[in-house]
């Protein structure tokens, strides 16, 4: 079981930057490929990016590619998603997940999710 808990969300201008956190509990959080989705209201869900077990590995979403870079410090059970030159496309509720499988781009393989954290880009 992993506990998920996102944080660093808020209120920004176009042209700004974020940096999320989501902090995973449990002493196995190498052993899980970690995602970020984002969710815009009346909207599905849509995938922004994952990283592998180790961190070699990442996968972008179309719109947030050369944009969004996701980190993860196994040491510190935590996995980061840094957001520049934010639009106001990108305002969701964001959610942190993991896979116990290799890294994964689909939400359906995602077991453990977060509660998620507001984004909002004001024009």
């Known amino acids: 079981q992993v506990q998920l808990v996102e944080s660093g969300g808020g209120l920004v201008q176009a042209g700004g930057s974020l940096r999320l956190s989501c902090a995973a509990s449990?002493?196995?959080?190498?052993?899980?490929?970690m995602g970020w989705f984002r969710q815009a209201p009346g909207m599905e869900r849509e995938f922004v990016a994952a990283?592998?077990?180790?961190?070699?590995?990442?996968y972008y979403g179309d719109s947030v590619k050369g944009r969004f870079t996701i980190s993860r410090d196994n040491a510190k059970n935590t996995v980061y998603l840094q957001m520049h030159s934010l639009k106001p496309e990108d305002t969701a509720v964001y959610y942190c997940?993991?896979?116990?499988?290799?890294?994964?781009?689909?939400?359906?393989?995602?077991?453990?999710w977060g509660q998620g954290t507001q984004v909002t880009v004001s024009s």
């Open positions: 997940a993991a896979t116990p499988r290799i890294i994964r781009t689909l939400e359906s393989f995602f077991d453990y």
């Open positions: 449990g002493r196995t959080f190498s052993q899980y490929a």
């Open positions: 990283i592998s077990r180790g961190g070699s590995t990442a």
